[in-house]
């Protein structure tokens, strides 16, 4: 078992994953490839986040992921000029900036300082007048809550784990196991151990007591599904397109525990679930798997008002695919699942951001019509 590290999200960008080991087909010839000289000349501003209270190692890391998205939107024609945000006032670091001149590709994740910030940095956008890519302020904040997330899927007939918002004062009204314990407020796998999932009752109600103290929220226990697990990336708006999907293959740990993605599966190089979880992309579904997994995608995505993009986990049981966490701000560093999805749909690295940049571009009064 390993232990818990990462008491609050606060603004911390996401550490480089790996290269997971992946099972990758050919990606199909698409229109994304036919077109993939074609340059565009949309001017781009790249605004990004580095905390200061960053170790050195994770300020490089973020340096140097951020120079290669860069240089890969100047291979395929976009004037870039990055805006990096180092304090909490993105108004300052954005004035010099004439919103009708330039499409926002945001890859803020949150104001340094300020903690589950990312909604404030797409509403401060907004104020400003700027045309960005991504979802609106009140879908990120939305995102952020588990509960309220639960309550718009399941209104909309998308499949959930069953499950309830906990505190060791309201009790912990549930008999059904394995069982899953999160953070109800938190994302990016903090608080996903093998210890947040539990086999019975006394465990169950020792992990609410640890979520509620280490992070200072409610616990939200859901029903842990032991089924196949994909991530599924969708693009669009008014026509969104489902990307091929990946999966998150375990069959190397026979602990029902440490069958899921966590912290340290996704960011703890040497650690076994970082090595040993493999990513098999594409997806082996079938064609009737893939119309349910694409039409239950769609209708989650447009429930909550997502625009542009996103990134949805999925688990299979019993012909189910049950929504486990929707993002609708996904990392989009060339070794994410957006990056490599858009890969097998046909998409270079630059083409990809380029795409995400045409979708802002469609709201920007100049550029819309590029």
């Not at 080991?21 to 565009?40: G, H, I, K, L, M």
């Not at 170790?55 to 973020?62: H, L, V």
Request: net charge negative; with cysteine; aromatic share 8%.
């Amino acid at each position: 078992m390993t232990a818990d590290k990462h008491k609050t999200s606060k603004t911390l960008r996401k550490p480089r994953r790996k290269s997971a080991p992946q099972v990758v087909s050919p990606a199909p010839q698409t229109r994304a490839a036919a077109d993939e000289r074609a340059p565009q000349d949309l001017p781009v501003l790249l605004l990004y986040n580095i905390d200061p209270a960053w170790e050195p190692r994770e300020q490089a890391e973020a340096v140097t992921a951020t120079q290669e998205l860069i240089d890969a939107l100047r291979l395929v024609g976009h004037p870039v000029t990055p805006v990096q945000v180092d304090d909490g006032d993105l108004r300052r670091f954005l004035s010099p900036y004439d919103p009708g001149h330039f499409v926002v590709l945001n890859w803020c994740e949150a104001l340094p300082g300020i903690a589950h910030s990312d909604a404030l940095a797409a509403e401060t956008l907004e104020e400003m007048g700027f045309a960005y890519s991504g979802s609106p302020p009140e879908v990120l904040r939305l995102s952020g809550d588990k509960e309220k997330v639960k309550e718009v899927l399941l209104r909309a007939g998308v499949p959930t784990p069953a499950g309830c918002v906990c505190t060791p004062e309201s009790g912990a009204p549930w008999n059904r196991f394995p069982a899953i314990v999160k953070p109800v407020r938190e994302h990016c796998s903090i608080g996903i151990t093998p210890e947040a999932v539990v086999l019975g009752r006394a465990a169950l109600l020792e992990r609410i007591r640890f979520v509620t103290e280490t992070y200072e929220q409610p616990a939200l226990v859901e029903e842990f599904i032991d089924g196949r697990e994909f991530r599924v990336t969708l693009w669009g708006n008014n026509e969104v397109e489902v990307l091929p999907p990946v999966e998150m293959e375990f069959s190397a740990f026979s602990d029902v525990r440490e069958r899921l993605c966590s912290w340290d599966a996704k960011f703890t190089p040497g650690s076994r679930p970082y090595t040993e979880i493999r990513t098999v992309a594409p997806a082996p579904l079938s064609g009737e798997e893939f119309r349910l997994l694409a039409e239950v995608s769609r209708t989650a995505y447009r429930a909550m008002g997502i625009r542009d993009y996103a990134r949805f986990d999925f688990r299979l049981r019993d012909g189910v695919f049950y929504l486990l966490d929707p993002n609708p701000n996904p990392d989009i560093s060339s070794d994410a699942s957006l990056a490599l999805t858009a890969e097998l749909a046909g998409y270079s690295y630059g083409r990809m951001g380029s795409r995400l940049i045409r979708l802002a571009a469609e709201r920007h009064p100049v550029f819309r019509t590029k």
